[in-house]
């Protein structure tokens, strides 16, 4: 079983940048496609990114294409999220997921950190 721990959000003014960090423990990373969901006051959790066990592909929710960057260090078994042009409607809590099995559901997720975008 995979353990994921966040880390690296915060306060932000709009417009600014932050860069979340997830560490995994246990477990076999360079085999699992790792993915980025979030979570709003009030809303449902959302897709974010993903990318690929060996960081050749990468996907984007429309909310962050062109402004957030997903990547992978396998050597440190651990993924990140870089967060660009920030935005209020990017409030959320961010989780990290892993999905372990080639196919299927993310199964794995840490427990979340808060990045708050003010006005």
């Known amino acids: 079983q995979v353990q994921l721990v966040e880390s690296g959000g915060g306060l932000v003014q709009a417009g600014g940048s932050l860069r979340l960090s997830c560490a995994a423990s246990?477990?076999?990373?360079?085999?699992?496609?790792m993915g980025w969901f979030r979570q709003a006051p009030g809303k449902g959790r959302e897709f974010v990114a993903a990318?690929?066990?060996?960081?050749?592909?990468?996907y984007y929710a429309d909310s962050g294409k062109g402004r957030f960057t997903i990547s992978r260090d396998n050597a440190k078994n651990s993924v990140y999220l870089q967060m660009n042009s920030l935005k209020p409607e990017d409030t959320a809590v961010y989780y990290c997921?892993?999905?372990?099995?080639?196919?299927?559901?993310?199964?794995?997720w840490g427990q979340g950190t808060q990045v708050t975008v003010s006005s």
């Open positions: 246990g477990g076999t990373f360079s085999s699992y496609s």
């Open positions: 997921a892993a999905r372990t099995a080639p196919v299927g559901e993310y199964d794995s």
């Open positions: 990318i690929s066990w060996s960081g050749s592909s990468t």
